[in-house]
């Protein structure tokens, strides 16, 4: 998962220093305090050079590509206001933003044949979707264990969770797509 393990365990330092400390506080911690008071889009879209700098690698391009489509998402989950961040919306921008990075990686993964899908769009449709439920809960599940477990999460943990939950879709995708092709 290279880049996007480090985009997700920057995107939730923020987000813990967020919680911590106060929106202001975690802005001028990275000299962004004129995004103080903006909209949470505008706010991320400020953030995207550190969470994910640009860069020339696939890796860093599937992180930023994430990041951005999680942005994109805010409003979809209710989540309008850094101000008023609670601890789940937290949990649930990480959980976004790990679950686009997952699925792009593996996209990336289709596209360079290291996993082959049946030709049948219907089926490639169901494989998606079945792909991405997967993804969503296996990150969801992942992160209430850990924090469940510890009280708390670190940036460690979130990196080791995001490579295991990859790991499980590639398995499971190479699984899905073998069968839809002998079907």
Same mark, same amino acid.
């Given at each position: 998962?290279? #880049?996007?393990?480090?985009?997700?365990?920057?995107?939730? +330092?923020? $987000? #813990? =220093? %967020?919680?911590?400390?106060? %929106?202001?506080?975690?802005?001028?911690? $990275? +000299?962004?305090?004129?995004?103080?008071?903006?909209?949470? &889009?505008? %706010?991320?879209? !400020?953030?995207?050079?550190?969470?994910?700098?640009? !860069?020339?690698?696939?890796? &860093?391009?599937?992180?930023?590509? /994430?990041? @951005?489509?999680?942005?994109? &998402?805010?409003?979809?989950?209710?989540?309008?206001?850094?101000?008023?961040?609670?601890? &789940?919306?937290? +949990?649930?921008?990480?959980?976004?933003? /790990?679950?686009? /990075?997952?699925?792009?990686? @593996?996209? +990336?993964? @289709?596209?360079?044949?290291?996993? #082959?899908?049946?030709?049948?769009?219907?089926?490639?449709?169901?494989?998606?979707?079945?792909?991405?439920?997967?993804?969503?809960?296996?990150?969801?599940?992942?992160?209430?264990?850990?924090?469940?477990?510890?009280?708390?999460?670190?940036?460690?943990?979130?990196?080791?969770? %995001?490579?295991?939950?990859?790991?499980? /879709?590639?398995?499971?995708?190479?699984?899905?797509?073998?069968?839809?092709? =002998?079907?």
């Amino acid at each position: 998962m290279g #880049s996007s393990r480090g985009v997700g365990g920057r995107l939730y +330092n923020f $987000l #813990s =220093d %967020v919680q911590s400390r106060g %929106v202001q506080a975690a802005l001028v911690t $990275l +000299n962004l305090q004129a995004l103080a008071g903006r909209p949470i &889009e505008e %706010v991320f879209l !400020g953030l995207a050079d550190y969470i994910c700098p640009t !860069g020339g690698t696939v890796d &860093e391009g599937i992180a930023r590509d /994430a990041f @951005i489509e999680t942005i994109g &998402e805010l409003a979809t989950f209710g989540i309008t206001d850094l101000n008023s961040l609670t601890p &789940e919306q937290m +949990n649930t921008v990480f959980e976004m933003y /790990a679950t686009h /990075a997952i699925e792009a990686r @593996i996209a +990336n993964d @289709i596209g360079t044949k290291s996993i #082959s899908l049946p030709s049948d769009l219907k089926a490639i449709e169901r494989v998606q979707a079945q792909l991405r439920d997967l993804i969503r809960r296996g990150v969801s599940d992942a992160l209430a264990r850990a924090i469940a477990a510890t009280g708390t999460i670190t940036a460690d943990r979130v990196l080791d969770f %995001v490579t295991g939950v990859y790991e499980l /879709a590639f398995d499971v995708l190479q699984t899905l797509g073998e069968a839809e092709e =002998d079907a």
